[in-house]
């Protein structure tokens, strides 16, 4: 009999134990589940993304070439800054020579990229037993006057300056100058004017088709009370 509740004691005791061991197992995964949890993995960083390059700023052309010819001491190509005017093509080839015409240029005219500029040269021909200075038309000969149209150094035609002054150079002429001729009022006068200032110079009387509002009739009208030098 003692036997059997020695070992019934033990039982009791082995359940006791495992009741407690089984209850506190379970307080701890309820309470700090961490204690329970593996190694976290391994986290792993996102690359930093990588910088775009971003595309040089596109900037306007800061040069401009021009080929300035005929009468100036250092013909040849220069390269100045956007914006530049003709007398500043000049000084840059050495400036005109003691022969050089440039009252028939507009100094003032900006110029643009790949444009010629060519300087005229005076010449000297008879007149009444005295000498006249007239712009030369060809570099270096010395031809009369006329106004039948000679090809010039740009390969362009070009009407030589009439020997009485009675025609009117549109390269040159003012607003009130050009309002003289038929059917060219102040609109059309400054938008001439306008032209010269943005393309350059006529190189041919055709030339003046490009001016808006100026078509064949008008052109017609007036050509042979312009001229191009």
Do not use: C
Request: aromatic share 4%; hydrophobic share 40%.
């Amino acid at each position: 009999m003692d036997i059997l509740e020695s070992q019934h004691r033990k039982i009791v005791i082995v359940l006791v134990v495992v009741i407690l061991a089984g209850g506190g197992y379970w307080m701890l995964k309820h309470f700090h589940p961490a204690l329970f949890l593996g190694e976290p993995d391994l986290v792993v960083e996102p690359e930093a993304a990588l910088p775009v390059p971003t595309p040089p700023s596109l900037t306007p052309k800061s040069e401009i070439a021009v080929h300035v010819t005929g009468a100036v001491r250092l013909p040849g190509v220069y390269y100045l800054s956007t914006g530049a005017r003709v007398h500043e093509a000049i000084e840059k080839a050495g400036g005109g020579t003691n022969r050089a015409d440039v009252h028939g240029l507009n100094l003032a005219a900006k110029i643009r990229d790949g444009q010629q500029i060519y300087v005229p040269e005076i010449r000297e021909i008879p007149d009444v037993g005295q000498n006249a200075l007239v712009p030369s038309t060809a570099k270096g000969h010395a031809t009369p006057p006329s106004p039948v149209p000679t090809v010039s150094p740009q390969s362009s035609v070009r009407r030589a300056a009439p020997s009485d002054g009675s025609r009117i150079n549109i390269n040159t002429a003012t607003s009130q100058e050009l309002q003289t001729l038929r059917g060219i009022g102040p609109a059309l006068a400054q938008r001439i004017i306008e032209y010269r200032q943005t393309s350059g110079e006529f190189s041919t009387i055709d030339d003046l088709k490009n001016v808006k509002g100026i078509g064949a009739k008008t052109l017609e009208k007036i050509r042979d009370s312009i001229a191009v030098y």
